[in-house]
């Protein structure tokens, strides 16, 4: 089944300890996307990648890392987690063309609770 | 950058009525999807529609790409169509640039 996953899909940690959220998709997408979705903001882009070895900034990247070092996979990283990253994330992938990403396909979701 | 307004922001419903959702957008787009996201938090695909008209069964989406506006019709409400609904557009930078949303709220 193609889908897009995301692990863990729930996390409580503490401020400062490293954590990250894995990506995983099985559909050979060129793009990956990871976004955060607070109430009242929507969603707001935090990192995208265009293809392998390829990362570039979103809207809110601070606080953040990413990789892209195989097709599949782009782990998010938070060095040094704070409360104010306390958020919903969602990855997501799609075929990359000319028009920029097509038809986006999402994870579910990783609720992040930082205390 | 482009700015994407979805109107209406809220709108409840009784179970079989129509509906009609809005998107505008301030500049040119190369891409133009729809989403839905459920009461779970689940975002779903719903068209793919930088231009034109296409169909899903009782949903459709239209986009007039010269006058900057895309609409979501759906048509014989369920309560599972409850949910926000997102126009996300895609500029020429190939940034992807999100509206705020339509809640609607589909009444048994």
């Known amino acids: 089944e193609a889908q897009v996953t995301q692990n863990p899909r729930y996390l409580i940690t503490v401020t400062g300890k490293k954590l990250t959220v894995t990506c995983s998709q099985n559909m050979n997408h060129e793009y990956m996307s990871w976004y955060r979705q607070d109430p009242g903001l929507g969603l707001r882009q935090i990192y995208y990648s265009m293809n392998v070895e390829v990362t570039d900034k979103g809207d809110v990247p601070e606080g953040y890392k990413v990789s892209r070092k195989e097709k599949r996979n782009f782990p998010l990283i938070l060095e040094s987690p704070s409360p104010n990253q306390t958020s919903l994330y969602f990855c997501a992938s799609s075929f990359f063309g000319r028009a920029g990403a097509n038809v986006l396909t999402f994870g579910a979701g990783s609720r992040l609770t930082v205390l | 950058g482009i700015q994407v307004e979805q109107s209406p922001p809220d709108l409840i419903l009784q179970e079989g009525a129509n509906s009609t959702l809005r998107c505008n957008f301030s500049d040119s787009v190369n891409n133009l999807q729809w989403f839905h996201q459920n009461p779970w938090g689940q975002l779903i695909n719903l068209f793919y529609?930088?231009?034109?008209?296409k169909q899903n069964g009782r949903l459709s989406a239209t986009t007039v790409a010269t006058e900057r506006y895309s609409l979501l019709y759906i048509s014989s409400s369920q309560t599972t169509d409850s949910g926000v609904y997102f126009c996300v557009v895609g500029d020429s930078n190939y940034q992807l640039i999100w509206g705020a949303g339509t809640k609607l709220i589909i009444k048994p």
């Open positions: 529609i930088p231009s034109g008209t």
